[in-house]
Structures are given as structure tokens and as C-alpha cells.
């Protein structure tokens, strides 16, 4: 069966430092979601992506948050400078198709503690 | 603006007796609603979604949520409960032509006792 994958699994760094989550998409996956999930809380999107377009990324802190899909395919999310307040799981999920009857299919995650 | 609300954080069942896990919105017309189940450390599996007609909708692993449109509602159970359904419930909600984003509740954490 098709999954999503993400790595690292878990990554510990250091307030101020640079950390950056990959995600693969399942193969054919047009759309692509990257959500943060506070513990205690349901996720939060981030940013959604159709194919390299970002099409929402409304609630993405660009000031330190970045995200790229740049051949519509495989995506980075990258946090510079990482602040105490980030930690956090990072999903990423994909659809076939940009529509809300869609079903997300989410990949393991990326648990980010910021020291 | 959208937004779901899970009245119970924490749930305790013995195995074998029945559930109900609750799930309000609130939303001006109706909603595409879903319930998804996570794992410790692990992402987010669909258990059933509604979009439309039959109110009552079955999911996987004996799973099934009424949606009532009158009490904004779509609440999920399960008649007997085994060890393995321990984990953490996700409600969320599509706003029709919002494209896919997902409003997702806070959770409920489900326990079983033995």
C-alpha cells in the first residue's frame, strides 16, 4: 500500500539553529499539505500545495518558515531561525485531487523539539 | 469562521463496552465531516468521512458517526471496543469550496481498560 514518507523522524536542535522536514508524497499525489501539530492540539495547516504552485499558506510564519515543492513532486519545510515555541509534530499528507471531499493520507510525522 | 470542538479530552472504556466519542461544529451550511484516529507517534488514519446523504456512515474497523444536522453533531461510536482501539480521535471539518483545508477539533484520547 502507497504511504507518505517523512524524515527525519525526530530531530532535536538548538533554539536559533536551521532544521528542515521532508516529505514524500504517495506517487501521483497532486496535492500536498504540511500541517504542525502542538502537543495536546489537532494540526494546523501550515501550507498546501497544488503540484509546485503553494496555493494557501495564510496561516505560515514567513518571517522563519519556508516551504518548496519545486518539481511538483517531493517537498521541504524549513524553519530558520527555530524558536522554543516550534516544537512541535510536523505532517505532511497528500490527495489526489485539491477538493474537500478528498481523503488526506497523512505520513508518520517529523517531532521537532527545539532546546 | 469554522471550528470543531471535542467536549471530552480524555475517555476511559472498559474492552468491550461501547463508545461514543463527541464532536460539534459549527459552520454556516453543511459540512464535509471527518474522524481520523492517530497512534502514539504516529500520523493521522481516516476512519469515515460524511459528505452527503445517508446520515448514518460506516467506517473501518467497526467504526460508524451519525451526522445531526440539528445538533450540529457527528458524534462516533463503536459497539464493543477492543485493546487495540487506544489512541488518540480527531474530528475535523471541510468547508465545501475551501479546497481541501481541514479544521481539526483538539482530539480525545481514549483509554481501555482490560
Redesign the interface.
Given at each position: 500500500e502507497a504511504e507518505?514518507a517523512?524524515s527525519p523522524r525526530y530531530k532535536i536542535t538548538e533554539k536559533s539553529q536551521a532544521v528542515a522536514f521532508w516529505c514524500d508524497p504517495i506517487s501521483g499525489h497532486a496535492?500536498l499539505?504540511w500541517y504542525r501539530q502542538i502537543l495536546?492540539?489537532?494540526?494546523?495547516?501550515l501550507v498546501?500545495f497544488q503540484d509546485e504552485s503553494v496555493?494557501?499558506d495564510s496561516q505560515l510564519p514567513k518571517d522563519r518558515f519556508s516551504a518548496e515543492r519545486l518539481k511538483g513532486v517531493d517537498s521541504t519545510l524549513k524553519i530558520q531561525p527555530a524558536e522554543l515555541g516550534d516544537s512541535a509534530m510536523y505532517?505532511c499528507?497528500s490527495?489526489a485531487y485539491?477538493?474537500?471531499?478528498?481523503?488526506?493520507?497523512?505520513?508518520?510525522?517529523t517531532?521537532l523539539l527545539v532546546l | 469562521a469554522q471550528s470543531v470542538t471535542q467536549p471530552d479530552i480524555h475517555i476511559t472504556v472498559s474492552e468491550g463496552a461501547s463508545l461514543e466519542l463527541r464532536c460539534n461544529y459549527s459552520y454556516g451550511a453543511t459540512p464535509y465531516l471527518f474522524w481520523y484516529v492517530q497512534s502514539p507517534g504516529q500520523g493521522l488514519q481516516l476512519l469515515l468521512k460524511y459528505f452527503s446523504g445517508d446520515t448514518l456512515v460506516q467506517g473501518i474497523k467497526g467504526f460508524e458517526a451519525e451526522f445531526k444536522r440539528s445538533q450540529s453533531s457527528f458524534n462516533l461510536r463503536k459497539p464493543s471496543v477492543h485493546w487495540s482501539d487506544a489512541a488518540e480521535y480527531f474530528c475535523a471539518v471541510g468547508a465545501r469550496g475551501s479546497q481541501g483545508n481541514l479544521i481539526f477539533g483538539k482530539g480525545t484520547k481514549l483509554s481501555v481498560k482490560p
Open positions: 507518505v517523512q496535492t499539505y495536546g492540539q489537532g494540526p494546523e495547516l498546501q496555493v494557501d505532517l499528507a490527495t485539491r477538493a474537500e471531499q478528498e481523503t488526506q493520507y497523512f505520513g508518520p510525522g517531532r | -
